[in-house]
């Protein structure tokens, strides 16, 4: 128990410190480029902190296991929302740029295409490439609507490459430090007597959004909202596009049909709440913050009661 005690510490120190490195290189490369932090939590941030669910994802998909992958992606992308920016949006009200509405917007329209791929009970390999080509045409419309690297000196060329791999080191040291909070917390948990199934709900299921969770905290406490909501937003349409397209690509997914008839239709209503709360005034504010937050306690009331499972 000491030693399992003394991890989590250690895990939680990590988490701390790798999200206040990743916050500050963010916000470095959007002033080096001339952009709005918005924008880089959105391309960069996402994929330096989703990554490693693509890797696994891919990974389980090879062992057979595809149905994981849609699990993660989607309770990751519920979590990401209904808990993590609404724990955030009521320490301190997010205001954002005005770019925010329609990349939220972008993302309820790819859910909702990723949702009728579902209405057949298979992702095929067909779909998930359509998934993945969706991604690449969502980063080209950004780079040719938002970025320019041609008015990049020298000098900024290289402190952007620097920040960048500051940025990914980061990324990992937060990464590596929610698995050590995670595992540890699982096996004081379990020492405890605490049930599997209440185990499972919150230290398992939330695990794989921690990462994300400490970067929002971290942004907003920093008073920077652009990276909260951004690398939300970001990680989610990687969630959806890539981790559920390349696990997909690799071996079909059968899709279990309370995803398909709950867990999805809870999912885009979250993103359609954030994405109406953005258009009206750019800011995910405490009121919507508390509706966010309902919604996911009705869905853990819902796993806890076994009437939703999601594959881990």
């Known amino acids: 128990m000491l030693v399992e005690v003394l991890l989590f510490v250690v895990g939680l120190m ?11 290189s963010a916000t470095k490369i959007a002033k080096s480029f001339g952009v709005s932090e918005f924008l880089i939590a959105l391309v960069l941030a996402s994929i330096a902190t989703t990554l ?41 009200p997010l ?12 993302m309820l329209g790819i859910t909702i295409y990723a949702w009728l791929l579902m209405f057949d009970g298979v992702i095929s390999r067909i779909d998930g490439l359509t998934l993945i080509l969706l991604y690449f045409a969502f980063l ?19 402190n952007v490459i620097k920040n960048v791999v500051i940025l990914f080191l980061s990324a990992g040291l937060v990464i590596f430090g929610a698995n050590l909070v995670v595992d540890s917390a699982v096996e004081i948990a379990t020492s405890l007597g605490v049930p599997k199934v ?12 921690l990462p994300e969770f400490a970067n929002s905290l971290t942004a907003t406490l920093k008073k920077i ?15 959806i596009l890539m981790v559920i397209g390349i696990a997909s690509l690799i071996r079909p997914i059968v899709v279990d049909d309370s995803i398909r008839s709950i867990v999805m239709p809870i999912t885009l209503l979250v993103m359609a709440i954030l994405t109406v709360s953005l258009y009206r005034n750019h800011k995910v504010g405490r009121k919507t913050a508390t509706v966010l937050l309902a919604i996911y306690m009705y869905f853990l009331y819902l796993l806890v009661q076994g009437k939703v499972y999601i594959p881990q």
Do not use: C, W
Not at 54 to 65: L, Q
Not at 225 to 239: M, Q, T
């Open 140 to 158: 080209y419309y950004l780079y040719k609507k938002h970025i320019s690297l041609e008015e990049l000196s020298a000098q900024e060329r290289g």
């Open 198 to 209: 209440i185990i499972g709900v919150t230290l398992v299921s939330i695990g794989t959004s």
């Open 52 to 92: 490693p669910e693509v890797t696994v994802s891919a990974i389980s998909s090879f062992k057979g296991e595809s149905s994981i992958a849609l699990g993660n992606a989607v309770g990751s992308a519920l979590a990401n929302i209904a808990l993590i920016l609404a724990v955030s949006a009521m320490i301190m």
């Open 14 to 24: 990590l988490l701390v410190k790798g999200s206040d490195i990743f916050v500050e």
């Open 95 to 106: 205001n954002v740029d005005k770019i925010a509405p329609k990349n939220s917007l972008i």
């Open 225 to 239: 909202p652009n990276i909260s909501v951004g690398n939300i937003i970001g990680a989610n349409i990687l969630d």
